[in-house]
């Protein structure tokens, strides 16, 4: 190895010792540097490693160094990411249903080499993986790989869809026939990934399971729907399905108990006008898709939010109603 390699070598190792081993609260004297280094065989003295720390803020990492009695400590100052931080993406990953247990494992173990060892721990004391539910389709990342690359070349998709039947066995939708779509976005919605697509023999927009999909590939065929979605909101879609399941798009009129107010906000956001009603009950009108998933949520909400109009939607909920009144009824 050349003298320039051995140096570039002896700098990266520097930057991964320091990265690892350093924080706000935890330093290295300079004997412990060069013994860390001699770890991996590269000689080392003061000398040589003041310029060294210097020139690992090239890299964009910063080493102050501090008296502590009769010793100078190093420490890093800027580690690329903070421990709230990746707490966060760590929550996100655990939470996850589309990413499966095994890769969110490994995923936090790549997060855990962002921080010191010691902030690593303190990230471990945080995962609860196991036992939650996740998906079993480990080509996820592979699917949404293909997804990205066909938009970005604006191409279009095939692929196989499958469901899971009592047998918990794998069972392909259409007979296995493959889907046909034009993707357009990606959309995380209660814990799942979705595509959203167009669907040219349909005529529709719709949306697919990201870890319900298999064997995709990319097509030779351009993309179609672009004048849908040139006037789709991605955030708004989502926020209209429930559950991601569609139904027809409508303008409901709901009346809602006051003590709901921050349920109808967190479902559709600060932006939706609340007129007042009496003094206990407002007015809200939402777009919403009309689906049973929506009437369910209605349901679960009870006495303080009630459907006033449209007379099909309110005459839909009372059909709803009448069905789970004939399941539960004696």
Known sequence: ??????????????????????????????????????????????????????????????????????????????????????????????????ITERK??????????????????????????????KTMNESIYYTVDAIHNAIAQNKKIRFQYFQ???????????GGAYYHISPWGLSWDDENYYLIGYDSD???IRHYRVDKMLRIQMSKEDREGREHFK???????????????????????????NRMAGVIIDRFGKEVMMIPADADHFRVSVEVHVSPQFLSWIISLGDDVKIIGPEDVVERMREEIR???RQYGE
Do not use: C
Request: without cysteine; proline residues 2%; glycine residues 4%.
């Open 1 to 98: 190895m050349s003298r320039g390699a051995n140096q570039k070598f002896k700098i990266y190792r520097l930057a991964q010792i320091m990265l690892e081993r350093t924080d706000e609260e935890h330093y290295l004297t300079m004997p412990e540097i060069i013994a860390a280094l001699k770890e991996y065989d590269i000689p080392a003295d003061r000398k040589s490693l003041y310029a060294d720390l210097k020139d690992l803020e090239i890299l964009g990492i910063e080493v102050e160094g501090a008296q502590i009695g009769h010793r100078y400590r190093y420490h890093v100052l800027n580690h690329p990411f903070e421990l709230p931080e990746l707490k966060l993406l760590v929550d996100a990953i655990q939470s996850s249903k589309f």
């Open 104 to 133: 969110s494992n490994a995923l936090i173990k790549k997060l855990e080499k962002l921080v010191s060892k010691y902030d690593a721990m303190k990230l471990q004391r945080q995962v609860y993986v196991s036992g939650r539910i």
């Open 164 to 174: 899971w039947n009592v047998k918990k066995e794998m069972e392909l939708r259409h």
């Open 202 to 204: 349909a005529e529709q």
């Open 231 to 257: 006037k789709l909101d991605m955030a708004d879609y989502a926020r209209k399905s429930f559950g991601m399941f569609r139904g027809e798009e409508q303008q409901v009129k709901l009346l809602v108990n």
């Open 323 to 325: 069905r789970l009144s």
